[in-house]
C-alpha cells in the first residue's frame, strides 16, 4: 500500500446526519450569543473607550523615536532580509535533498513546535523558522529603541510580544501540521467540537470569551480540593476565619495565622492533601487559622483596603485569642495578602499592638518600583477607565484580572488552549491548579482603586506616612519583628528583586529565600515531591544581584527551612487545640460558605 492510499484508509467521512444536527446546534447557539449581545448594547449605549488599555500613545512615540533615526531602521531591515535570504537557500538545499543548518531555532521551553513536521517537514520547517525571524525582528527593533521612558519601552515590548505570541502559525488551521493531520484523520469534527468548545465559552462568559482551561465538574470545594479538615471559627463582612483540626498531641503555644491574597481564592494552599501547606503545617505542630477572604458584590462596593485590615486581620486577631487564649501569634501573608499584611503590621507597630511576633512573607510586592509586567495594565489612563467601569457594578469582575495575569505568560495560558480546544477539539483534562486559576472572585471597587493607584501607581507604601490605615499614617520601617521572605525565581507576577525591596523597609531581623519555579509552583512545593530547589543567605545586602551571588542552592522544598525558622518563634509546646474549645462557637465545617461562591 502507497503512504497516499495509507493516508486516505485514515479519513474520516463525517456521519450527515450527525454534522447537520450539529450545525443546526451552533446556528441556534449563534444567533442566541448574537441577539444577547445586541440587548446589552441596548441596555448601555454608551460608546466603550476605543483604547482602554492606552495602547496608541505608545506606539505613537514609538514611531515618533523611531522615525527620528531612519538610518538604523534600514539597518535592522537589511539584516532581516540577509536572514530571509539564508533561509531560501537552505531551504532549498533541503528540498533538494542537502542537509543545512536552522537559521533560527525555537527558544528552550517553547512548546508551540513540539511536533515532529516543524523539523521534518520542509515547508512547515520553512514556516516556523520565516516566523522566528520575523518575531525576533519586531521585537528586537521595539526594545533597541531609544528616547522611550521605561513605562512606554516596557508597554510597547510588552503589547508587541502579545502581537507575535497571537500571529504564531501554531495558532491557524492551515499552518499548524498537527491540526491539518487530525482534521484530515477525523474529517473535520475535531473543527465541529472546535466550534461548539468556542461557542460554550462564549456562554459561559455572557459573549466575552472565557477559556475553559480544565474540566470543571471534576472538582468540587470541600470534596477533592479544599479538604483539611477543620471549622469555620468566626466571620465577618469580608472574611470567614477556618481553624483546623490538630493532628498532633502537642502544638505550637503561638498559632499560625494565613492572610491569602483575595484576587483568588486560599485553597491554592490546600488543593490535595499531597500539596496541601495547610495540612502540612497543622502535621508539624501548628494550630493553622486561615482568612476566606468573600467573593464581594456590589453591595461592598465601598470597602475599602483599610476595612480589609480591620475587619480581616485585625478582627482575625481578636478571633484567634477568643479561641485559643493567645495573644501572641505567627503570621504568614502570600502576594497581596501579604502587602496587607506588612501594611497592617505597620498600623501595629504605629499603634503599640504586639500580638504578631514574626510575619512570612510569600512573594509580597511592598515596594512597586519595579513591579514587573503587570505595571502595563496600571496608569492614569487605563485606571481611570477601570474606575468608570468598577462605578456600574461596584466591583472588578475576577475574569478581568485573570485574563491579565494569563497575558503574562500567553502562550501557555491562552494559546495553548486556543489550539487544543477550538481547533483540535479536545476537552480539557482536570488539573486542580487550573480549577482553582479558573475561580476567580471579585474586588471591591474602593478597594482595589486604593490599591492600584496607592501602591502601583505612585508607590506610596514604602514612603514614611505615605499611606494611612484607621487614621494612622504608616511606616513599614516601624516593623521590628522577625520577617521572612519567600520568593520565587521565574515569578512573572511579583518579580523576585523587586519583592527582595522588601528587605530594606524593615527594621527587624531578616530572612530572605528564593524558591525556583514560578509564583504557585514555587510556593505550592511540598518536601515529598523533592522538586526543584531554594536558595540561601544570612544577609540582606542592598543589591539583590549580591544576594544571588552569594547564596547557597539546597536541595528540595524550602518548607524545611521555613519550619526550622518558625520553630524557633513558637513559643514551646501545648497540649492540641480542637476547634471550639475557647470562646468561640464552630459555625460550621471547613471550608465554610465564602469560599463556594463563584462568580456568575
Not at 538610518?71 to 530571509?84: D, F, G, H, R, S
Not at 516566523?131 to 521585537?139: E, P
Not at 482575625?316 to 485559643?324: C, K, P, R
Not at 518600583?369 to 492614569?380: A, I, N, R, T
Request: charged share 25%; net charge negative.
Amino acid at each position: 500500500m502507497s503512504d497516499q492510499q495509507a493516508i486516505e484508509t485514515e479519513i474520516t467521512h463525517p456521519d450527515p446526519e450527525k454534522l447537520s444536527a450539529a450545525m443546526a446546534e451552533i446556528a441556534e447557539r449563534s444567533q442566541r450569543l448574537v441577539s444577547d449581545f445586541l440587548a446589552r448594547q441596548a441596555e448601555d449605549p454608551e460608546i466603550s473607550d476605543p483604547d482602554p488599555l492606552n495602547i496608541g500613545s505608545a506606539f505613537a512615540e514609538l514611531t515618533s523615536q523611531i522615525m527620528q533615526n531612519p538610518v538604523k531602521l534600514v539597518e535592522a531591515q537589511m539584516e532581516l532580509w540577509q536572514q530571509y535570504y539564508t533561509l531560501w537557500h537552505n531551504t532549498t538545499l533541503r528540498m533538494l535533498g542537502e542537509e543545512s543548518e536552522p537559521v533560527v531555532t525555537p527558544q528552550k521551553g517553547d512548546r508551540r513546535f513540539r511536533d515532529e513536521a516543524w523539523e521534518n517537514n520542509e515547508l512547515f520547517d520553512f514556516i516556523k523558522q520565516s516566523y522566528l525571524l520575523s518575531s525576533q525582528w519586531m521585537q528586537n527593533l521595539v526594545h533597541d529603541v531609544d528616547g522611550l521612558d521605561e513605562k512606554t519601552s516596557q508597554k510597547v515590548e510588552f503589547y508587541t510580544r502579545q502581537f507575535v505570541d497571537a500571529i504564531s502559525p501554531t495558532n491557524f488551521l492551515m499552518t499548524n501540521p498537527e491540526v491539518l493531520r487530525t482534521t484530515i484523520e477525523t474529517g473535520g469534527e475535531n473543527l465541529l467540537k472546535g466550534l461548539q468548545n468556542l461557542l460554550g465559552d462564549l456562554e459561559r462568559g455572557k459573549g466575552k470569551l472565557q477559556i475553559r482551561m480544565t474540566d470543571l465538574d471534576a472538582f468540587k470545594i470541600g470534596e477533592n480540593v479544599a479538604t483539611t479538615q477543620g471549622s469555620v471559627v468566626g466571620r465577618t463582612a469580608l472574611m470567614e476565619l477556618l481553624q483546623y483540626k490538630p493532628s498532633t498531641d502537642q502544638v505550637a503555644k503561638r498559632p499560625l495565622m494565613i492572610v491569602p491574597p483575595w484576587i483568588n481564592k486560599y485553597y491554592i494552599l490546600d488543593l490535595r492533601p499531597e500539596n496541601s501547606f495547610i495540612k502540612w503545617a497543622v502535621d508539624q505542630g501548628h494550630t493553622v487559622f486561615v482568612l476566606s477572604w468573600v467573593n464581594p458584590d456590589s453591595e461592598l462596593a465601598e470597602k475599602s483596603f483599610e476595612n480589609y485590615a480591620k475587619e480581616g486581620i485585625l478582627s482575625a486577631l481578636d478571633m484567634i485569642e477568643q479561641a485559643t487564649g493567645e495573644n501572641e501569634i505567627n503570621a504568614i501573608g502570600y502576594c497581596l495578602g501579604g502587602t496587607l499584611l506588612s501594611s497592617t503590621l505597620a498600623y501595629m507597630a504605629k499603634v503599640g499592638d504586639e500580638r504578631i511576633k514574626s510575619a512570612t512573607f510569600f512573594t509580597t510586592l511592598t515596594d512597586f518600583e519595579k513591579p514587573g509586567e503587570l505595571s502595563v495594565f496600571v496608569d492614569d489612563e487605563q485606571i481611570e477607565s477601570l474606575e468608570r467601569n468598577m462605578s456600574k457594578e461596584g466591583y472588578l469582575d475576577g475574569r478581568d484580572m485573570s485574563m491579565s495575569f494569563n497575558m503574562l505568560r500567553a502562550n501557555d495560558l491562552i494559546w495553548s488552549f486556543v489550539v487544543s480546544n477550538y481547533m483540535l477539539g479536545k476537552d480539557p483534562f482536570p488539573f486542580d491548579l487550573l480549577y482553582w486559576n479558573s475561580d476567580s472572585t471579585r474586588m471591591p471597587k474602593a478597594m482595589h482603586s486604593f490599591y492600584l493607584r496607592n501602591m502601583y501607581n505612585k508607590n506610596l507604601l514604602r514612603e514614611p506616612g505615605g499611606i494611612s490605615i484607621l487614621g494612622e499614617p504608616i511606616d513599614l520601617r516601624d516593623i521590628k519583628i522577625p520577617v521572612y521572605f519567600l520568593s520565587t525565581r521565574e515569578d512573572h507576577i511579583a518579580p523576585w528583586q523587586a519583592t527582595y525591596a522588601g528587605t530594606q523597609l524593615m527594621s527587624g531581623q531578616v530572612k530572605f529565600v528564593l524558591s525556583a519555579s514560578g509564583h504557585i509552583a514555587g510556593v505550592v512545593n511540598p518536601p515529598a515531591a523533592k522538586k526543584y530547589c531554594y536558595w540561601t543567605y544570612n544577609r540582606t545586602p542592598a543589591d539583590p544581584d549580591e544576594w544571588m551571588t552569594k547564596a547557597t542552592q539546597h536541595e528540595g522544598s524550602w518548607w524545611v527551612d521555613w519550619q526550622n525558622w518558625i520553630s524557633r518563634r513558637s513559643g514551646g509546646k501545648v497540649p492540641a487545640r480542637k476547634e471550639g474549645d475557647g470562646d468561640l462557637k464552630v459555625l460550621g465545617p471547613a471550608p465554610g460558605e465564602y469560599v463556594k461562591v463563584t462568580l456568575s
